[in-house]
């Protein structure tokens, strides 16, 4: 079993960055790929970005150039650093890591809200 909990969101102002972070406790050594997913009112969660274990990354085209993903493995940890925002980022982001059978897990979430 994995345990994800996320920090950092909050509110900010159109332009504004964030920094999101996300720990991993639990059976962290089946952890192959952790990701970041939003999911904003009235719309399907979507994947934001993805990081591998050996560091390859993919991105939304929304948010290329824009959010760069980043884990630390010695630490357990992912973050989702968040720059030029738009109000259109405005969601509630979730930490998720698979597995090396492919199972999922997600965290609680946490809201982020850019003003406009």
């Known amino acids: 079993q994995v345990t994800l909990v996320e920090s950092g969101g909050g509110l900010v102002q159109a332009g504004g960055s964030l920094r999101l972070s996300c720990a991993a406790s639990g059976s962290i050594s089946r952890i192959t790929a952790m990701g970041w997913y939003r999911q904003a009112p009235g719309k399907q969660r979507e994947l934001v970005a993805h990081i591998t274990r050996a560091g390859r990354t993919n991105y939304a085209e929304s948010v290329k150039g824009r959010f760069t993903i980043s884990r630390d493995n010695a630490k357990n940890m992912a973050y989702l650093q968040m720059n030029s925002l738009k109000a259109e980022d405005t969601a509630v982001y979730y930490c998720?890591?698979?597995?090396?059978?492919?199972?999922?897990?997600w965290g609680q979430g946490t809201q982020v809200t850019v003003s406009s």
């Open positions: 998720a890591a698979t597995d090396y059978i492919g199972d999922n897990y």
